[in-house]
């Protein structure tokens, strides 16, 4: 900003010692906002107002739609954008009557205008202001202000609306976050979004788009059009936005009209379940959407368009989990790029995004995060990633990142993406703005945008940066840990690099099996959600007074016990349904148990109790100690039952011999689970819980086979050689073996190993501690 410019915010934020006192501070924009919007306005419309009121008598008495007239009216502004009928002004508005005259004035604007008053609530603080009796006072100061375009032009009274959004935005920092993205991050966003672009920006008679879907106060839309206007202040560009807050909507609307924006380009919504823009593409996008917001109000709308477009909607590659949506907000940019063939050489879009960590890597193989990590990737979008300092930002001091991505990438980039960590590029502000601590100067940014620029690698620099200062409070260690040197660096990748297959590995399931008598008794109750109830009903009700024989006509009676039965399953076994407590005090679920239990018993019999730890003879024993029990049909055993009794006297035992699930024929393949044992070809039973999966980088330069075998032989044989790779787990894409995800493991590329202090002065430390513990222990003992 210019010294004049500033001057002249300063000047209307001066408004705010005249409300000093009968208004919170969180309101002064409330107040200042829409009054230097309204008289700029008014010196705008100085010069064609005579020829609208002469038109507007005219068209008064014509019997036509609204919208016929305001354009009939707009014919007469000369050129401009909205206009107002009413013959009076800010000077002449009066003392006496002025709350009403001011109101009549306002609804006097034309109807993108009178919206954005309506969206400040400005008839609500007018009211406000005349309770105080000072909305005289106000009137009468902003009146005198010049604010006319001969001695401000829409460039600077752009630069001087942005100052006094940003003095509103600190002073009501506790939400500044929800509409309002700091400068220093705006003007290094917008610089690696439109630096590539330099050259082509520099044109005479270029003509571009940028567009922000959370557009927010209009902060990213003011600054790309300051950068193209330092480069070109020929050019023109053209603002499009959509916002969901309408306060927020109503100062960036109001914004876009002082910079001589056409304002039908801002809508009101939901950009995600509603966008209003939805037939336009853009040459230059930027966001910062919220972070961690969930969308589960709109998950419908989501939902269907992905499920319903597929890629022809904006979701195609798939759906983050309902707790963060940001990742659909860069989908939705996506969806916005020009075609690299539309418009020639000057086709194609670029996009800056701000992110939180939790896209860099979030969600495994297969998932929804996975998945739009792997189209980006894979369709080569993304330049780079910029890691931020924390505490950057009003409402939040996590680690954020910029994304920026073009699908019109220069050659030495194509394949590529660079990684720039820039935690350490920051200065620490004097006071603080809610939780943003930390400023990025000029230094800095530019620090960020010439490594990216020159598209290298920065091995990690010492940066010349004061050193944190820590809290002198307590005992302080005799030999404290060094501080960490503050370092800058850039790495570059191929996009592949972060990419993997995630394998399944399988592991031979081995049983033992025994028809003891405490496994069997087992049986006498059910083993899902109703076992534990069972047991306790058992106990406390049926042990003493139920027999195991076929006469006991007691078995299951449990009418006389209902009602306390009821109250304590109630208390004490809360997630059982009412249709289970019903089955438990059923005597047919305790007789279906009783039948179960004998004829396990029988089969005890005929088989003994001995155990056996080869599950794989196990039926062949129970088919005949079936027919040896000699019970016919009465004994046939279902499948249910047979399930029942294989799980009671069953475990698990590394010491037994491995099920067979499959005697195949043909090869051997005992890297997929296909084993030769003799002359048979053995498929064995795979045991879930020793299921582990195993991610293997992908390797263009062999085949998925080559990678996936090389890595299992190399990683997991050694270690489980009784292993083998679950092939049937193939990705949904390419169907190759194993899962394909994606992610950027962003801090593990730049970590730096911090050896620990030597074991000597950590011992010297506690000797230290340990003595002046004695110390304190003596002087409280005499």
């Known amino acids: 900003m210019t010294q004049e410019t500033n001057n002249l915010a300063a000047d209307l934020w001066a408004l705010a010692d005249l409300l000093r006192g009968d208004f919170k501070q969180s309101q002064y924009g409330r107040v200042i906002l829409p009054f230097a919007l309204l008289r700029r306005l008014e010196c705008v419309l100085e010069g064609s107002k005579p020829a609208v009121l002469v038109e507007a008598a005219k068209v008064e008495k014509m019997a036509i739609a609204e919208e016929a007239k305001e354009k009939l009216l707009l014919r007469a502004t000369g050129g401009l954008s909205f206009f107002n009928t009413s013959p009076m002004d800010l000077s002449t508005l009066g003392e006496s009557g002025i709350k009403a005259n001011l109101e009549r004035y306002i609804q006097c604007f034309s109807k993108d205008a009178r919206e954005i008053f309506d969206h400040f609530k400005f008839a609500e603080f007018i009211g406000l202001l005349n309770d105080a009796n000072l909305l005289y006072k106000v009137v009468q100061k902003v009146r005198t202000m010049n604010l006319h375009p001969k001695a401000v032009s829409n460039y600077e009274m752009g630069l001087v609306f942005e100052e006094l959004i940003r003095k509103f935005a600190e002073s009501s920092n506790e939400t500044a976050g929800e509409h309002f993205t700091p400068r220093d ?90 966008d209003h823009l939805y037939a336009d593409k853009f040459d230059y996008m930027l966001s910062n959407p919220p972070f961690g917001v969930d969308w589960k109000k709109i998950e419908g709308d989501i939902a269907d368009e992905h499920t319903l477009k597929g890629f022809d909607g904006r979701f195609g590659p798939g759906l983050p989990r309902v707790s963060d949506g940001s990742l659909l907000f860069l989908l939705h940019l996506i969806s916005k790029m020009r075609d690299v063939t539309d418009g020639g050489s000057n086709g194609g879009s670029r996009i800056g995004i701000i992110l939180n960590g939790s896209p860099l890597f979030t969600g495994g193989a297969g998932s929804g995060e996975s998945e739009i990590r792997r189209h980006i990737l894979e369709s080569d979008l993304l330049e780079a990633i910029v890691a931020l300092p924390t505490d950057m930002f009003y409402n939040t001091g996590i680690a954020t990142y910029v994304w920026v991505l073009s699908n019109k990438k220069p050659t030495e980039r194509k394949g590529k993406v660079q990684l720039i960590n820039g935690v350490n590029l920051c200065g620490k502000m004097r006071k603080s703005l809610g939780s943003k601590r930390h400023v990025m100067d000029e230094a800095d940014i530019a620090t960020i945008t010439r490594c990216f620029g020159n598209f290298e690698v920065v091995e990690a620099q010492a940066l010349d940066k004061p050193a944190e200062v820590k809290s002198n409070r307590g005992r302080q260690a005799a030999n404290p840990k060094p501080e960490a040197v503050k370092t800058f660096a850039s790495k570059i990748f191929a996009a592949h690099e972060f990419g993997y297959r995630r394998i399944t590995i399988e592991r031979p399931l081995r049983l033992s099996w025994q028809f003891s008598d405490e496994r069997i008794a087992s049986l006498r109750f059910e083993s899902g959600a109703l076992g534990s109830a069972m047991q306790w009903i058992y106990t406390e009700y049926g042990q003493d007074h139920w027999q195991d024989t076929a006469d006991c006509e007691l078995y299951g009676q449990l009418d006389d016990y209902a009602v306390e039965i009821r109250a304590y399953l109630k208390s004490h076994f809360a997630d059982l349904k009412e249709k289970q407590i019903k089955d438990l005090l059923e005597a047919s679920t305790w007789l279906a148990q009783k039948a179960v239990l004998l004829k396990a018993r029988a089969l005890q019999v005929e088989i003994g109790s001995a155990q056996h730890d080869d599950f794989n003879g196990y039926d062949e024993a129970i088919k005949a100690a079936s027919k040896r029990a000699g019970q016919g049909d009465k004994f046939a055993l279902d499948a249910k039952e047979k399930k029942q009794i294989a799980d009671a006297v069953s475990w698990k035992n590394p010491a037994a011999e491995k099920v067979i699930k499959k005697v195949h024929k043909g090869k051997a393949q005992p890297l997929y689970g296909l084993f030769a044992v ?81 074991l000597e002065e950590i011992d010297a430390d506690l000797d230290a501690v340990s003595a002046e513990i004695m110390a304190l222990l003596r002087e409280v003992h005499s």
């Open 185 to 274: 991050i705006v003007r290094l966003t917008t610089s690696l979004v439109f630096m590539e672009d330099d050259e082509a920006l520099t044109k005479p008679g270029i003509i571009r788009t940028i567009y922000d879907p959370t557009a927010g106060t209009g902060g990213f839309l003011s600054a790309g059009m300051e950068y193209v206007h330092e480069l070109n202040p020929q050019a023109v560009m053209r603002a499009f936005g959509q916002e969901l807050n309408p306060e927020s909507y109503a100062i960036c609307k109001a914004d876009m009209l002082i910079k001589g924006q056409e304002v039908s380009r801002i809508k009101l919504g939901n950009t995600l379940s509603n």
């Open 678 to 758: 003799n002359k048979d070809i053995i498929e064995y039973q795979a045991d879930g819980e020793l299921r582990d999966f195993e991610n293997v980088a992908l390797d263009p330069s062999r085949t998925v086979s080559e990678s996936v075998e090389a890595y299992f032989i190399a990683e997991v044989q050694p270690h489980v050689p009784d292993a083998w790779i679950d092939a049937s787990k193939r990705d949904a894409k390419d169907g190759e073996i194993g899962i394909v995800g994606f992610e950027i493991p962003f801090n593990r590329h730049f970590y730096q190993y911090q050896p620990p202090r030597p």
